[in-house]
């Protein structure tokens, strides 16, 4: 029966123990709580809590208002900052809440300078919403059918709190529901918009501390679109050779809205582009004719479009379509020259005829064949000679005299204006003078006075000269008004090249002039190996071949020999380019010398190998000299003696 | 004499024109703008309703979606506003009465629009519906918008539902579709009409503006 009883007190003690606890609505009794619970406050402004003890508490231990210290994360706020407003209500002041952090918690200091705590809060400091700035929209066309508009704007400055963002339009009887922006706060797309009649849109920011919004802009959208780009872009070639056909489906109804286009095209591989005038596609169409091109080009074309009016945005570049303009014949004939090889007997000549394939732009067209006509005008009773080649040049033996070589290109249109070569029997005409060089920018720069005649034009040959191959000619043309040019090829430097001008008169050919040049010298890969020819008591005589033309990289100016001996200075003497012995002389005798060359150019000298040599010890003739008195003396002294010899027996 | 008071005359004339302008000027361009805007709003509903009533009327299936199908209007389809009014009857009405006749024949059309029905055919088919339900919404407001600039007052009365709902609906499922018929068919006529009256008013609109005010 008392274990009953006992149970019961217990049951009712623990129901008392939970009613308490849902009373006072926490798992642990709080002493007191603070006033304001979670405040959201303004960054700057000045804040005021107020810490409520309970009665109850009050009673376990003397716990007053006046021992409650207030903190800040760990930091206590200084005594300065509170006011004891009553025995059980303590507040603490902040003029600037910029200075505080979360949380606030209100302690006390209980007997024995232990600090419990007794309520805590989260502070959250930010700022109001700033008014947004800068709202823009833009419709984009994004279908046929759906124009979304995209409106973005300045959010201001950073709040520290939740702000929100709504987009809010509207037309002047009707409302829309606001737009909500995802995941962004500068930004929201409303996802269709009526054309021709006038918007009012604006943003509206809101957080806990306040709201603000911006100037509302007032809009038709018809005048924000930026339309899709036409398509199914076509290029149709026509009749012309210099004409091409763009046709292209607008993907904006007429009724919506009327365009205006930009066109633009390019050549393919070329990375310019080139405009039609505006004026022209300032209207509403779906085809041009573009004017103007290159036969037989391949050319890409794009085009975009906008509100005719020009309100609004240009729509992106269409997708590129090529198309190919159509061949014409060709607008000029191919430069001609020859090099006459008379090698063979000096009546007949071989005849090399060269000619340079037309530029593409000259061409207009695939080249596929060229018709040479050669004509003999020394004797006009024989008939001219055709020749259809497809390659850039034609041999031919022809008797000495002179003859009009007309080449004319051919492509599947028509035929180029001819191109005609004199080919005098002799170069008898007044040639050019004083044909000089310079290596300019990288480019040999080749110059000439202009004789007194009137020239049609010039034509420069040039060759690489070397050992290990033969000079291939290349050449060039130049008009007769000119007196220097820059060799167009692949000049190499460090390289011989040898370079002759042709003047060409109406009537004949004046002979050609020619000149040595390098683009740029270096000094000689290899200096001279010099030898002795003939080696004397005071003096040698010094021998060399001349470097050849790979090895010299430049003209040589000039040769040094050094010569020494063994513990003797070095000696220098120059020697004239073109010489290939020299006698070194005032030589001591039975001495070991050691003679070395160099070989300058403009931009240095090598040295070659050393040779040594000894000087004789006895000049020519000396021992000669020495030994024939030697041996006549002794044969005298012999004598002598077998004739003394002789006295003495017969006496 | 006679030709100094001509001169004095021009001279007054001439120095009283600038003040006329300037009190309208804002005025005139406003209502201006306003009428071309709602024209080409109407040429706008005009493109969509073209696409749009093909599609629906081949929703609706045959008949309706036949060329030459030409029913005879039924009394219960006279509820949708008539187009079909005598051309110089119309063209005898002052401007106030035609926009006052266009806005209220919009605001019942964009009701019966509105009643449509909401799952017709495909998700392309309601889209276009919706948009050119607000775009008609959008004409209403804009008519609204050229009476006020040029001082008429907006027609008294319910812009809003005409009948109360449940009120005649179809007995059945073909004279539905002959109300939807009709009301796509008015709607054309309408709107074509409208184009053309206020192509005519965007011409008249800077005198009349100017007489206004005199009057006033």
Same mark, same amino acid.
Request: hydrophobic content about 35%; some cysteine; overall charge neutral.
């Given at each position: ?123 959250? +400091?930010?700022? @109001?919403? /700033?008014?947004?700035?800068? &709202? !823009?929209?833009?419709?984009?066309? #994004?279908?046929?059918?759906?124009? $979304? ?68 802009? +007032?809009?038709? @959208?018809? /005048?924000?679109?930026?339309? &899709? !780009?036409?398509?199914?872009?076509? #290029?149709?070639?026509?009749?012309? $050779? ?64 906008m509100k005719e009016d020009g309100v609004g945005y240009w729509s992106n570049w269409s997708e590129e379509k090529t198309g190919v ?8 004939? $191919? ?317 | ?216």
């Amino acid at each position: 029966m008392f274990s009953v009883w006992n149970w019961v007190a217990h049951g009712l003690y623990l129901l008392l123990n939970v009613c308490s606890l849902e009373v006072s609505g926490g798992l642990v009794q709080s002493c007191g709580h603070i006033i304001p619970e979670s405040p959201v406050l303004a960054l700057g402004s000045n804040f005021t809590a107020l810490c409520i003890l309970n009665e109850s508490c009050l009673d376990f231990g003397n716990i007053y208002a006046n021992q409650i210290i207030w903190k800040i994360k760990n930091r206590v706020v200084p005594k300065e900052q509170y006011r004891e407003i009553n025995r059980t209500v303590s507040s603490v002041t902040f003029n600037d809440t910029s200075l505080l952090a979360t949380p606030l918690t209100c302690n006390i200091l209980a007997d024995g300078q232990i600090e419990q705590n007794i309520y805590g809060i989260t502070v959250t +400091v930010g700022l @109001p919403p /700033e008014k947004p700035t800068n &709202l !823009s929209c833009i419709v984009y066309q #994004v279908s046929r059918l759906t124009y $979304p508009m995209n409106c973005t704007w300045n959010p201001g400055r950073h709040t520290f709190l939740d702000t929100h963002f709504r987009l809010k339009y509207r037309w002047p009887q009707e409302n829309f529901p606001d737009c909500i922006p995802k995941d962004v706060n500068n930004s929201c797309t409303i996802s269709d918009v009526q054309f021709f009649v006038n918007l009012e849109v604006w943003v509206e920011a809101a957080n806990a501390l306040g709201k603000a919004e911006s100037d509302p802009l +007032v809009l038709d @959208p018809i /005048e924000i679109v930026k339309p &899709l !780009s036409p398509h199914n872009l076509t #290029v149709n070639s026509g009749i012309l $050779p210099t004409v091409l056909k763009l046709s292209w489906e607008n993907r904006i109804s007429a009724a919506v809205m009327k365009l205006k286009f930009n066109i633009r095209y390019r050549i393919v591989g070329s990375t310019n582009w080139i405009q039609v005038p505006p004026e022209d596609t300032a209207s509403p169409r779906t085809s041009f004719s573009v004017q103007g091109l290159r036969p037989y080009t391949e050319y890409v074309f794009s085009i975009r479009c906008m509100k005719e009016d020009g309100v609004g945005y240009w729509s992106n570049w269409s997708e590129e379509k090529t198309g190919v303009t159509t061949e014409d014949k060709p607008s000029k004939g $191919p430069p001609i020259w020859r090099i006459i090889d008379t090698s063979h007997s000096p009546a007949s000549w071989t005849v090399h005829l060269m000619w340079k394939a037309l530029e593409p732009f000259e061409a207009n067209g695939v080249i596929l064949r060229y018709e040479v006509t050669v004509r003999a005008k020394s004797s006009l009773s024989s008939p001219p000679e055709k020749y259809s080649v497809n390659t850039t040049n034609l041999t031919l033996k022809l008797l000495n005299g002179t003859y009009e070589v007309t080449v004319i290109a051919h492509n599947s249109v028509g035929a180029s204006p001819p191109s005609v070569l004199l080919i005098p029997a002799s170069n008898s005409k007044a040639p050019v003078k004083n044909v000089r060089t310079l290596p300019k920018d990288g480019k040999l720069w080749v110059g000439w006075t202009v004789p007194n005649s009137y020239v049609l034009k010039y034509v420069i040959e040039w060759c690489l000269v070397s050992n290990s191959s033969d000079c291939v000619i290349e050449w060039q043309n130049e008009p007769g008004n000119v007196q220097g040019t820059y060799l167009k090829g692949d000049i190499k430097p460090f390289k011989c090249y040898l370079i002759t001008v042709y003047p060409l008169y109406a009537d004949g050919q004046g002979s050609g002039q020619s000149v040595k040049a390098y683009l740029q010298q270096d000094r000689p890969s290899k200096g001279p190996t010099v030898q002795t020819k003939k080696v004397g008591k005071a003096e040698a005589v010094l021998t060399w071949n001349h470097l050849t033309v790979d090895e010299q990289n430049g003209f040589i100016r000039s040769y040094t020999i050094f010569y020494k001996t063994v513990d003797g200075n070095e000696t220098a003497v120059t020697v004239d380019p073109s010489k290939t012995e020299y006698t070194l002389s005032s030589l001591t005798s039975d001495t070991l010398y050691t003679v070395r060359m160099m070989a300058y150019t403009d931009e240095g000298g090598r040295s070659g190998p050393d040779f040594t040599f000894t000087t004789q010890k006895f000049g020519k003739g000396e021992i000669e000299a020495i030994v024939v008195p030697v041996c006549l003396a002794f044969l005298l002294i012999v004598l002598l003696g077998v004739l003394f010899c002789f006295n003495k027996r017969d006496l | 004499g006679d030709s100094w008071g001509i001169f004095t005359f021009l001279c007054a004339a001439l120095c009283n024109l600038p003040a006329l302008p300037a009190l309208n000027c804002t005025e005139e361009l406003g209502a201006g703008q306003s009428i071309q805007k709602t024209y080409d709003l109407t040429r706008y509903l005009e493109h969509q309703l073209r696409t749009l009533a093909g599609t629906y009327l081949n929703y609706l299936g045959p008949p309706f979606n036949e060329p030459d199908f030409n029913p005879p209007r039924l009394a219960r389809a006279e509820r949708v506003p008539s187009a079909t009014v005598d051309l110089d009857l119309w063209r005898g009405l002052t401007d106030n009465a035609r926009l006052a006749a266009n806005y209220r024949a919009y605001s019942r059309l964009l009701c019966y629009l509105r009643a449509l029905d909401g799952q017709a055919g495909t998700a392309e088919l309601r889209h276009r519906l919706g948009h050119f339900c607000s775009s008609l919404q959008g004409l209403v407001l804009s008519i609204a918008g050229v009476m006020s600039s040029l001082g008429y007052p907006l027609p008294a009365g319910p812009a809003g539902p005409p009948a109360p709902p449940g009120a005649p609906v179809a007995p059945n499922d073909f004279l539905k579709k002959m109300d939807d018929f009709w009301l796509l068919k008015e709607l054309q006529t309408w709107l074509w009409r409208s184009a053309k009256d206020f192509n005519r008013l965007k011409k008249k609109v800077p005198p009349a503006v100017v007489t206004l005010r005199l009057e006033a």
